[in-house]
């Protein structure tokens, strides 16, 4: 036991030990949800869906989210070669609802017809 906690004591192994911690936790930190890596296209699909579904139409809101929600599923399942799990597909609708928050925000999207007039 004694020669054991002298070989971890070694400055060498107290190094590796605190390299391996902090390649870990990098690791962990860096995943990115996976809506980041189709963040243009959830863009895209925000932006069609705003156009394509007029303001009068009833649940306007849901029905755009579904339409930018396919839009982007399309993509996937082209890039990928599947659907998405539905994990996976949570994390795609969350990353829209945020990606059109920030696109409100900045006034990035299309003015409907109704606001205009």
């Known amino acids: 036991m004694e020669t054991l906690w002298n070989i971890l004591n070694q400055p060498v192994v107290i190094t590796v030990i605190a390299g391996l911690v902090l390649w870990a ?19 895209s699909a925000i932006k069609w869906a705003e156009k394509q579904i007029d303001d009068k139409t009833p649940n306007k809101s849901l029905a755009r989210l579904n339409s930018a929600m396919q839009y982007v599923l399309d993509v996937y399942e082209q890039v990928n070669g599947k659907r ?23 006034g990035s999207l299309p003015v409907s017809a109704e606001i205009k007039e």
């Open 84 to 106: 998405p799990t539905a994990d996976v597909e949570n994390e795609l609708r969350e990353g829209i609802q945020i990606i059109h928050a920030e696109l409100e925000g900045q």
């Open 25 to 43: 936790l990098n690791k962990v930190y860096a995943k990115k949800p996976a809506w980041q890596a189709f963040e243009g296209t959830i863009i």
